[in-house]
Each structure stands twice: as structure tokens, then as C-alpha cells.
């Protein structure tokens, strides 16, 4: 069993940044892999990056590429999500989740947290 909760939302301008975390308790998180999801409102939740349980192996989904870097630190049983040059449509609720492979379909993933809000001003 995994329980996990993000923090780090909040209301940010276009152009500036946010780093996200995803704190998660059990003794095996670092055989799970990891993916940040978000979900904006009228929409379906969307992949938006991975990481494998070592950190080795990243995924991003396109139009955060470049701009988002997503990373975890085992020790610390925690997986970042580094939000740069944020965008209006970024805006959304994030959630971490853990599960066998740092997968972009949602399906894939075992347990979920209970997402961070974040807002992009223009």
C-alpha cells in the first residue's frame, strides 16, 4: 500500500515557475515508478510526465516538453515535478501516482494522490 500527497500549488503568473512534490509513505516506494497527471475542469485528466523507479528512464507528454522536468529522490520517498515557463493552459489540478512503469495511460497506475491546484495568470 502507497499513500501519496502532493503540495506545492498555487497561483503563479505566465512565464514563472512552480515546483510540485509527491510525498509517499510505505516502505516500497522506490520499486514504484511514478507519473504526474493533471485535469482541468470540463476536461479528461492527462498524462504529463514519468519517471522510472530508479530515475533512469523519463517521459514526458509533448507540450510539456522543455519546460517541465519531473525527477524523484528515493531516500527521501519523494517525486518532483518542476513546472517552468508556465503557460495559462497548464492551469489545472495535478496529481502524482504510483505504479509498475513509468507509463503515460492512467490505467496503468495503482494508487493516486489527492491532487495540488495550480493556476496560471496571464
Known amino acids: 500500500q502507497v499513500q501519496l500527497v502532493e503540495s506545492g500549488g498555487g497561483l503563479v503568473q505566465a512565464g514563472g515557475s512552480l515546483r510540485l512534490s509527491c510525498v509517499a509513505s510505505g516502505r516500497t516506494f522506490s520499486s514504484y515508478a511514478m507519473g504526474w497527471f493533471r485535469q482541468a475542469p470540463g476536461k479528461e485528466r492527462e498524462f504529463v510526465a514519468a519517471?522510472?523507479?530508479?530515475?533512469?528512464?523519463?517521459n514526458y507528454a509533448d507540450p510539456v516538453k522543455g519546460r517541465f522536468t519531473i525527477s524523484r529522490n528515493n531516500a527521501k520517498k519523494t517525486v518532483y515535478l518542476q513546472m517552468n515557463s508556465l503557460k495559462p493552459e497548464d492551469t489545472a489540478v495535478y496529481y502524482c501516482?504510483?505504479?509498475?512503469?513509468?507509463?503515460?495511460?492512467?490505467?496503468?497506475?495503482?494508487?493516486w494522490g489527492q491532487g495540488t491546484q495550480v493556476t496560471v495568470s496571464s
Open positions: 519517471i522510472s523507479w530508479s530515475g533512469g528512464s523519463t
Open positions: 501516482a504510483a505504479g509498475t512503469s513509468a507509463y503515460s495511460d492512467s490505467e496503468r497506475y495503482d494508487y
